[in-house]
């Protein structure tokens, strides 16, 4: 079936060093979302991209979307201690009976060690 | 805002009992959804629901019931708990289908023993 993965799924990073997650699908997003969970807590909506191309920056991470629209990457630059926790990516996948489901990535878990 | 409410935050039952995980938001949305996550893995969707009345399967359906009589409240009931279904649960809502973000409550940590 059409999927959404991430890679990679774990990343263990030193403090000040830069971190990417990326996102692929099987099929073209009419746009991708990306959300952020700490240890413990709930997914967090953090962005949206919708047109090809688009680069969103907010703060030290810069999300990118891809030019045919079916990859997507978050950059971190510097990390710090509060960027601990599981990134997703997410997208609208067409399902049987028509409509479009907000389909979640397998998220990278990134920790950061001082 | 209170967002999305989940209650209880924490549960744990034993094999073959029953239980109602509740959900609901105060953000007038028509959808809402229950995933659940299992240590160290990503959301599966169970249930979704487009509106008041209108409910439907997800990825992972088998165990579960939902209900929307509402548009705020979402409960989703595990018949006969089974330890398979020791995962943390969590409800969402959204505006509309795929291109807006969703709003998470704060789970529900369950255990079946």
């Known amino acids: 079936g059409q999927q959404v993965m991430q890679i990679p799924q774990y990343q263990h990073v030193q403090e000040g060093e830069d971190f990417t997650t990326y996102c692929n699908s099987s099929?073209?997003?009419?746009?991708i979302q990306w959300y952020k969970q700490r240890p413990g807590g709930h997914p967090v909506f953090l962005i949206q991209?919708?047109?090809?191309?688009e680069v969103k920056k907010q703060k030290r991470l810069t999300f990118q979307f891809g030019e045919a629209k079916k990859n997507s990457s978050l950059h971190i630059t510097a990390t710090q201690t509060t960027d601990v926790g599981t990134y997703f990516c997410a997208g609208p996948i067409r399902v049987t009976g028509g409509g479009n489901k907000l389909t979640f990535g397998t998220g990278t878990q990134l920790k950061v060690e001082l | 805002n209170a967002g999305v409410t989940q209650t209880p935050k924490f549960r744990i039952l034993k094999i073959g009992q029953s239980m109602t995980l509740q959900c609901t938001q105060d953000?007038?949305?028509?959808?809402m959804y229950w995933y659940r996550q299992d240590p160290g893995m990503g959301l599966k969707l169970i249930y979704y629901?487009?509106?008041?009345?209108?409910?439907d399967k997800g990825e992972v359906p088998n165990g579960y019931n939902v209900s929307r009589s509402t548009t705020e409240d979402f409960p989703l009931r595990l018949e006969l708990a089974a330890p398979s279904q020791t995962s943390v649960y969590f409800c969402?809502?959204?505006?509309?289908?795929?291109?807006?973000?969703?709003?998470f409550g704060d789970g529900t940590r369950l255990s079946i023993l």
């Open positions: 991209l919708v047109k090809s191309g």
């Open positions: 099929t073209t997003l009419s746009n």
């Open positions: 969402a809502s959204s505006r509309f289908e795929g291109d807006q973000p969703q709003h």
């Open positions: 629901s487009v509106g008041a009345g209108i409910t």
């Open positions: 953000m007038n949305h028509n959808y």
